[in-house]
């Protein structure tokens, strides 16, 4: 059984870090495509940063590139985003995500999702 289970969310000051981790269980993460989401009520989920499985490469949402790192721990099923200078505007429920469905730059709906961890960013 597939399981996916956030943490490391909290409240935070604007300025400040969290790192956000998933453990992974019941699949090899490694031949997974990986991706973070977030969520605020009445707004569409966005894709936060997602990271491919074959090469590597990284997907960044415009408005945290350069604040936030996508990456995985392969041999701990583990992964991680790491978000520093955090702003108000963060706050929200973050997903993480994995498939292996090959439908874009990061794990879609069909695939395996956390139950998610709230990021509040407030002074």
């Known amino acids: 059984q597939v399981q996916l289970v956030e943490s490391g969310g909290g409240l935070v000051q604007p300025g400040g870090s969290l790192r956000l981790s998933c453990t992974v269980s019941?699949?090899?993460?490694?031949?997974?495509?990986i991706g973070w989401y977030r969520q605020v009520p009445r707004k569409v989920r966005e894709a936060v940063s997602c990271?491919?499985?074959?090469?590597?490469?990284?997907y960044y949402l415009e408005s945290v590139k350069g604040r936030f790192t996508i990456s995985r721990d392969n041999a701990k099923n583990l992964m991680y985003l790491q978000m520093n200078n955090l702003k108000p505007e963060d706050t929200a429920v973050y997903y993480c995500?994995?498939?292996?469905?090959?439908?874009?730059?990061?794990?879609?709906?069909?695939?395996?999702w956390g139950q998610g961890t709230q990021v509040t960013v407030s002074p």
């Open positions: 995500a994995v498939d292996q469905l090959d439908l874009g730059s990061c794990p879609s709906n069909l695939g395996s």
């Open positions: 019941g699949l090899t993460l490694r031949d997974y495509d």
């Open positions: 990271s491919s499985r074959r090469d590597g490469k990284t």
